[in-house]
């Protein structure tokens, strides 16, 4: 990893935005994403007593696709209409696949996601990383395609290959790297919201 190209980015962006997330600047971006007020609706709607209901875990899912900014307008009606198209049986296995990825064996959940979504070819990084880190917005990481292609290009992130079908291999080396990423920097521009971080990455590489 570049480090000298990360402590310019922190600069930068300090420069700009003195106070980090904090700053008054960046407060009209926090708003329009309501991270922190979708990360408590999915606290709720995928607490662990749900999943004996996998029907409303689904829809569940539906509603946050919906909501959230951070999926593209294309992919939410697929989303809609794929959970509508649902048998039971897959509804089964993919409220188990959110709970492993949530409550268990992450691997195996993760595993489960990408096979369910990947016969509606929408096994895509946005889709099935998008419950875990509203849940655990502190610990897990959104994936978004472009934006992670980048941060390995530009920050010379060597024996991370970047491939369209998710993986949980790539997923924990990612984490990996983004973890020692935001170790360097300042608590300013590292906050418990993950998403804010690679935000930060995006826009600095922007620049």
Not at 69 to 98: A, H, N, Q, W, Y
Request: charged share 30%; glycine share 4%.
């Amino acid at each position: 990893m570049n480090l000298k190209k990360l402590k310019e980015a922190e600069a930068y962006f300090l420069e700009l935005y003195p106070q980090g997330f904090e700053d008054v600047g960046l407060l009209p971006i926090i708003k329009r994403h309501k991270t922190a007020k979708i990360g408590e609706q999915v606290c709720e709607m995928f607490a662990r007593e749900n999943f004996t209901q996998p029907d409303i875990i689904c829809e569940n899912f539906t509603k946050i696709v919906s909501k959230s900014t951070l999926i593209s307008l294309f992919e939410k009606p697929k989303v809609r209409d794929m959970i509508k198209e649902m048998r039971m049986e897959r509804k089964d296995m993919f409220s188990i696949g959110l709970y492993e990825m949530l409550f268990g064996d992450k691997k195996e959940g993760f595993d489960i996601v990408v096979e369910i979504l990947s016969f509606y070819t929408l096994a895509k990084w946005s889709i099935v990383t998008l419950i875990p880190y509203y849940f655990y917005r502190d610990k897990e990481f959104f994936i978004k395609p472009t934006t992670t292609k980048n941060v390995i290009k530009f920050f010379e992130i060597e024996g991370l290959v970047y491939k369209p079908r998710p993986s949980y291999e790539f997923y924990v080396q990612y984490t990996k790297v983004l973890e020692g990423m935001k170790a360097e920097v300042s608590k300013k521009i590292s906050p418990h919201d993950n998403a804010g971080f690679t935000g930060f990455l995006m826009m600095a590489m922007e620049e």
